[in-house]
């Protein structure tokens, strides 16, 4: 994720929306058709589509595809509270965390449907997601270690792990800034940044 992804899209799309019933040749991108309206019913019905699916880039679907499992792995984490701990604190950030991510991961799967992209793999090994590729990712056996805890123990194990994951939703979302076109995308990747970085503060804070 901290390689610079395939180079922005955008340009070709933006151009043949705007020329839209000039040209028919060069109005398409990665399989989304925006030929020339023929009235002005279809040319709201292709604005309504454009805002939908165009411009968006390889950026924007890898960050879809990835931050799902990403966002996926919070709520497991999230849920785990439960039974778990009386500390009001963790109890309210885990569902705060819940009520955030669950609305952004169907957002994500729904993008993904709109632009004919592959849903995200959740059988995929998530041992290639851990500590050391930067995504701030559990490993099954750090998610058993949490299962395990109670009391103080998880408390301090969950809010540390969190700030990890947090971490990384933050890196993955600071890519998708620089290097995606779809606004909604990008809209979504700010408001994890500042978000999470603020969740991130809390946690330490309660770690002391």
Known sequence: MRTTLV????????SAFLLAGCSSDDSSMDGHSMGSPNSSSESSASSDQADASAE???????????????HAQ???????????????????LASAIEAAQQPEMDRMTAWLTEWGQPMPDMNMDMGGM?????????TQQDMDALSAATGGEFDSQW??????????????????????TFPQAQE??????????QEIDTMRTLLG
């Open 7 to 14: 180079s922005s899209l955008a340009a070709a799309t933006v």
């Open 130 to 138: 851990d500590h050391s590729s930067g995504m701030g990712m559990m």
């Open 74 to 92: 919070a709520v497991e984490m999230a849920a785990m509270v439960e039974g778990r701990t009386e500390n009001p604190d963790v109890v309210a």
């Open 159 to 180: 809010l540390t792990m969190m700030i990890e994951h947090h971490e990384g939703a933050i890196e993955m979302a600071n890519v998708e800034i620089e290097d995606g």
């Open 56 to 70: 968006f880039n390889d950026a924007d679907v890898m960050f879809a595809q990835m931050m799902y499992p990403h």
């Open 188 to 197: 979504m990747a700010r408001t994890i940044v500042a978000s999470q970085q």
